[in-house]
């Protein structure tokens, strides 16, 4: 007798991640009530479930959603208002000036919206943000139906969100405390960056996260000139000082970490440390490029990230996959350099586990979350198809995404989102919101 599920999908392709390098082939997942129950041949899942919905996918890859490490999903509103500067330009003269006249809920909950809904389009079903109003964003995130991680941003200076490092965490814990037990949404404590925390309030963060099992995520190693301004400050590099704080360790999310040297990467693994790995963002501003291959041969964790659409300026994962493969091997000159299923797997359980998520999401495995992306290889530029996963990370790009899926329940088939807010209403925010930052 049939066991009744409540979705079948049948792909040409699925790629589980977990076991590393496996592809099978004419293969089904069945799904109920939002989890995988099973993975199988398509003659053994007809046999054995019935489903209330089948999708055939013919000519596509199915993979675990991708994961987002670092993102800061607001900024969308500001993408392309500043480019060719560096980093602390960039921050100075451009981001700063403009979140101060314009960052308020309103602000954030709009451009999550924008976000996400780009994210999700390109396969992208969890997120670990980082940014003002948290409350604002988790809203945001919630109603568009999209898993994440929100940051409680911390700093010394104040902004219109808040007054200083306590402010903001105050703020920030307050938002947790409302939306705590939601399915869809997680928190993170956020210190922005060493050179804008003091190790006062490093002391605070580190405490709270310990108190309520939260990840730690932060901007570290970024520029060579953070690593100068450590040293003559603190007599320090940015990392070392973390260590003697106590704030390294397994629930650190260190973003970028591009400059590194051996007692860095040491450092970093001997604490179980993961890094967020933002390549085009580390290009278009110039800071250089991340020594992944060394961080992964000793141990660390390393996912993908796209930083903020003011820095990159797209929220694509399967770009960051492409150009964190390419980075590698022109880095290393090492052309066997991050090989692509090891690259998927950084845009999917690497970032999972980073998160400290990987018991639910990140692989198509028994008992986990239906978190699932389609890319469509059928297309005529993406023929012929020796490899499907070379194809998903050096040939296809998001517009190939035709499926995804968030605890079973559809948010983009074939290409068309199915979102609580359609895209007229976006495009209208989007144009109200360019309107008031460019007068």
């Given amino acids: 007798m049939s066991e009744t599920v409540d979705l079948v999908i049948r792909a040409r392709w699925i790629v589980p991640v977990e076991p590393a390098g496996l592809v099978l082939e004419h293969h089904a997942v069945a799904v109920r009530d939002g989890r995988i129950v099973d993975v199988l041949p398509y003659a053994q899942a007809g046999a054995r479930y019935a489903a209330a919905r089948t999708v055939d996918l013919p000519s596509h890859l199915l993979m675990p959603g991708m994961v987002n490490l670092h993102v800061h999903a607001a900024m969308n509103l500001m993408r392309g208002i500043a480019d060719d500067m560096p980093l602390m330009r960039w921050l100075q003269e451009a981001i700063w000036p403009t979140e101060a006249r314009h960052v308020s809920a309103a602000f954030v909950r709009d451009g999550t919206r924008l976000a996400a809904a780009e994210m999700l389009r390109g396969g992208v079903t969890t997120c670990n943000d980082m940014y ?98 450590s040293v003559a400050a603190h007599g320090k590099r940015p990392l070392s000082r973390l260590a003697s704080l106590g704030v390294l360790g397994e629930n650190l999310i260190g973003v970028h970490a591009v400059h590194l040297d051996d007692d860095d990467v040491e450092l970093l693994a001997r604490h179980a440390c993961s890094v967020a790995h933002c390549p085009t963002s580390n290009m278009k501003l110039a800071s250089g490029i991340a020594p992944v291959p060394k961080l992964q041969a000793a141990g660390v964790r390393v996912g993908l990230g796209t930083d903020g659409a003011a820095s990159n300026n797209r929220l694509d994962l399967m770009q960051e996959m492409r150009h964190a493969a390419l980075l ?68 296809a790009g998001r517009e190939h995404v035709s499926h995804v899926w968030v605890n079973g329940e559809t948010r983009v088939d074939k290409g068309i989102p199915l979102l609580h807010i359609n895209d007229s209403e976006l495009l209208r925010l989007a144009s109200v919101w360019q309107t008031r930052l460019r007068n």
Avoid: N
């Avoid at 400290?356 to 008992?367: A, K, L, V």
């Fill in 328 to 395: 590698a091997k022109v880095g290393s000159g090492d052309a066997s350099a991050l090989p692509v299923h090891a690259a998927l797997r950084m845009a999917t359980l690497d970032g999972a586990r980073a998160l400290g998520m990987d018991d639910r999401i990140g692989s198509i495995e028994r008992g986990k979350l239906a978190d699932l992306c389609a890319v469509d290889l059928g297309a005529l530029d993406c023929q012929p198809c020796f490899d499907p996963v070379s194809h998903v990370v050096h040939v």
């Fill in 132 to 229: 003002f109003h948290p409350e604002a964003a988790a809203e945001a995130f919630a109603e568009m139906g999209m898993r994440a991680v929100v940051g409680l941003v911390m700093l010394e200076f104040p902004t219109p969100f808040a007054s200083d490092a306590d402010d903001y965490l105050r703020k920030g814990l307050a938002a947790r405390d409302r939306w705590q037990g939601h399915p869809l949404i997680g928190f993170s404590i956020a210190p922005h960056a060493p050179y804008t925390v003091s190790d006062a309030s490093f002391g605070r963060a580190l405490a709270i996260a310990d108190e309520l099992s939260l990840p730690i995520h932060i901007h570290v190693h970024e520029t060579a000139h953070e690593i100068a301004e």
